[in-house]
């Protein structure tokens, strides 16, 4: 056998695949991919409608009322998968590293793609993401490679967004959803594509979270407004009530907050009982009244989250959990955004 411990881990994460009611055979043979992403082959995109993969999946409660909808298509970035320190690493991942393709597509596409397969189809593609190290340089001797490592990262992305503008959208409107090194580049994706772009009436919303974004950076693009706002950008970073980060109180901007229970500017906190739905340990289950919402400058704070074992949960730092904790509010938050452009077309103004 080639891979015997990717082999079992594989094993393990095709049962937990049927516990939540679907069925992949993805490819994790590193000899199946080349160095340069040709982006119409499949095995390039972790998520993709052309094949089955993790973020057609679904806790129980939803699965039960799962309409699918293909009106719509959402291109989704994955955060930092490409964590690996235990040896010698380069500045940018490899299409060919089978541990970070399996990490990317059992844990961000499950838990953070799919909360969007109710808007129609997830578009994510894999991409050479800079080693989660790139973001530590600053000021250091290794920032011009840190930085070359997220131009590379971005120009694969930047590929595969024109293969799929070219070659699937066919005229769909387009929600960009993304997490963590993932918003650095849907940031710079928006500016470049839709910012003040023709292709502008075409985005329903951007969710953009767990990075800073300075509004000041966008001329058209304004932060939402309402639950029902379109063309506008959504964000957060979600850090335990009392706690910010030094470097965050360092930043010269105030950046987009979004509330995601009440979707709403003026309403910016909201207790964690009118949480109906976060996704924790257990895919399969959806949990009520884990965590609040507060907007506090540049952040988004909540009390210690409440669930079974939380006195374990001891972190001030929820960027992990940005979409797990408020996973049912954000589904139907793009729901509504959805039925809203649908209903209205390309003839809103977001200004």
């Known amino acids: 056998m080639r891979f015997p411990i990717y082999f079992i881990l594989l094993l393990l994460l095709s049962s937990c695949a049927q516990n939540n009611y679907v069925k992949y055979s993805p490819i994790y043979e590193k000899e199946a991919y080349n160095d340069q992403p040709d982006y119409s082959n499949l095995i390039y995109w972790a998520a993709h409608p052309n094949?089955?993969?993790?973020?057609?999946?679904?806790?129980?409660?939803?699965?039960?009322q799962y309409q699918p909808n293909d009106k719509v298509d959402v291109f989704f970035l994955h955060p930092t998968t490409y964590l690996d320190t235990t040896k010698p690493y380069g500045w940018n991942g490899s299409f060919k590293d089978i541990k970070t393709n399996i990490q990317t597509d059992y844990t961000t596409i499950l838990n953070q793609a799919s909360v969007f397969n109710i808007a129609g189809r997830v578009f994510a593609p894999r991409y050479r993401q800079a080693h989660i190290k790139s973001y530590s340089p600053i000021g250091h001797a290794d920032t011009v490679k840190a930085i070359a490592a997220f131009e590379l990262a971005y120009q694969d992305i930047k590929l595969a967004f024109d293969y799929y503008m070219k070659n699937?959208?066919?005229?769909?409107?387009?929600?960009?959803?993304?997490?963590?090194?993932?918003?650095?580049?849907?940031?710079?994706?928006?500016?470049?594509?839709?910012?003040?772009?023709?292709?502008?009436?075409?985005?329903?919303?951007?969710?953009?979270?767990?990075?800073?974004?300075?509004?000041?950076?966008?001329?058209?693009l304004k932060p939402c407004a309402?639950?029902?706002?379109?063309?506008?950008?959504?964000?957060?970073?979600?850090?335990?009530?009392?706690?910010?980060?030094?470097?965050?109180?360092?930043?010269?901007?105030?950046?987009?907050?979004?509330?995601?229970?009440?979707?709403?500017?003026?309403?910016?906190?909201?207790?964690?009982?009118?949480?109906?739905?976060?996704?924790?340990?257990?895919?399969?289950?959806?949990?009520?009244?884990?965590?609040?919402?507060?907007?506090?400058?540049?952040?988004?704070?909540?009390?210690?989250?409440?669930?079974?074992?939380?006195?374990?949960?001891?972190?001030?730092?929820y960027h992990f959990a940005d979409y797990n904790l408020f996973y049912l509010s954000v589904r139907n938050n793009v729901a509504e955004r959805v039925n809203t452009?649908?209903?209205?077309?390309?003839?809103?103004?977001?200004k």
């Open 168 to 220: 699937e959208n066919n005229g769909r409107p387009i929600i960009i959803a993304s997490h963590s090194q993932g918003s650095t580049h849907a940031i710079r994706l928006l500016k470049e594509y839709f910012d003040d772009k023709p292709l502008a009436k075409k985005l329903i919303a951007a969710y953009v979270v767990g990075m800073a974004i300075n509004p000041a950076d966008y001329v058209q």
């Open 51 to 64: 094949k089955k993969d993790p973020s057609d999946s679904l806790p129980i409660v939803l699965a039960k």
């Open 341 to 350: 452009y649908l209903s209205i077309g390309e003839n809103y103004s977001n």
């Open 226 to 317: 309402t639950p029902t706002s379109l063309g506008c950008i959504c964000a957060w970073r979600t850090y335990k009530e009392g706690y910010t980060p030094e470097w965050i109180m360092k930043e010269k901007y105030v950046s987009i907050v979004t509330n995601p229970l009440s979707w709403d500017e003026k309403i910016t906190q909201i207790d964690r009982g009118a949480n109906m739905g976060s996704v924790l340990y257990n895919y399969k289950t959806i949990t009520a009244k884990v965590a609040g919402a507060y907007n506090h400058g540049g952040v988004l704070w909540t009390k210690k989250p409440k669930f079974f074992g939380n006195f374990l949960y001891n972190t001030t730092n």
